[in-house]
């Protein structure tokens, strides 16, 4: 569990390290024949940061104490009151 988690947390690192550094490129970089698309790329890739930062709040981890394992099906959002995941779901 903690391999697959420790991949979720750098893949998703290093997708928005990427789709930040792409927004910047495009924001400071002007070509005008290509503005419609660029406008299209910069929300795909603001879709990608924020799924992102879903994936690394989803992602499930495991606590080892002493010879048991506690598995937390819902990662970082386990942590969040009741009330709150009700009310963003």
């Known amino acids: 569990m903690a391999i697959y988690a420790t991949y979720v947390f750098v ?3 290093l997708s928005i390290v990427l789709n930040l550094f792409f927004l910047l490129v495009t924001h400071l970089r ?3 024949g290509f503005q419609e ?3 299209f790329m910069r ?3 603001i879709g990608y940061i924020l ?3 879903c994936l690394m709040g989803i992602v499930p981890q495991a606590i080892t104490n002493g010879s048991s ?3 937390i099906s ?3 959002l386990e942590y969040f009151d009741a009330n709150f995941l ?3 779901f």
Request: proline residues 0%.
């Open 86 to 88: 009700v009310s963003i």
């Open 37 to 39: 698309v660029l406008v």
């Open 74 to 76: 819902y990662g970082k």
């Open 51 to 53: 799924m992102a930062f």
């Open 11 to 13: 893949g998703c690192i």
């Open 69 to 71: 394992i506690i598995r």
């Open 43 to 45: 929300n795909i890739s």
């Open 30 to 32: 002007r070509v005008e």
